[in-house]
């Protein structure tokens, strides 16, 4: 069965950093293109960042660009997100998701367009 997993959400103060990482299992991960979504209460999933299958090519949200960066291993089967600068704004569940032949960014930044995900995991960001 397909499985992502995610870890390395937590609470932390306004301009600290936190890296989410996400380990992928039962499929060929090496094949897919990677992405990061998050939800607050009320609200509804929103992009957050997007990675090609080999790494080559990366897309962000306007909101967390040039604050985070995303990468991957695939010899790990991993995706990570690292944080910083932290905002209150940025309080959600984080979300791991992976799709095939997402080969734009409209379609990667397309909650629609991925085929699996993970549980999410809490990111808290106080004042």
């Known amino acids: 069965q397909v499985q992502l997993v995610e870890s390395g959400g937590g609470l932390v103060q306004a301009g600290g950093s936190l890296r989410l990482s996400c380990a992928a299992s039962?499929?060929?991960?090496?094949?897919?293109?990677s992405g990061w979504f998050r939800q607050a209460p009320g609200k509804e999933r929103e992009f957050v960042a997007a990675?090609?299958?080999?790494?080559?090519?990366?897309y962000y949200a306007d909101s967390v660009k040039g604050r985070f960066t995303i990468s991957r291993d695939n010899a790990k089967n991993t995706v990570y997100l690292q944080m910083t600068s932290l905002k209150p704004e940025d309080t959600a569940v984080y979300y791991c998701?992976?799709?095939?032949?997402?080969?734009?960014?409209?379609?990667?930044?397309?909650?629609?367009?991925?085929?699996?995900w993970g549980q999410g995991t809490q990111v808290t960001v106080s004042s």
């Open positions: 039962g499929l060929t991960f090496s094949w897919y293109t």
């Open positions: 998701a992976a799709g095939n032949y997402l080969s734009s960014n409209d379609i990667r930044r397309d909650k629609t367009a991925y085929d699996y």
């Open positions: 990675i090609s299958w080999n790494g080559g090519n990366t």
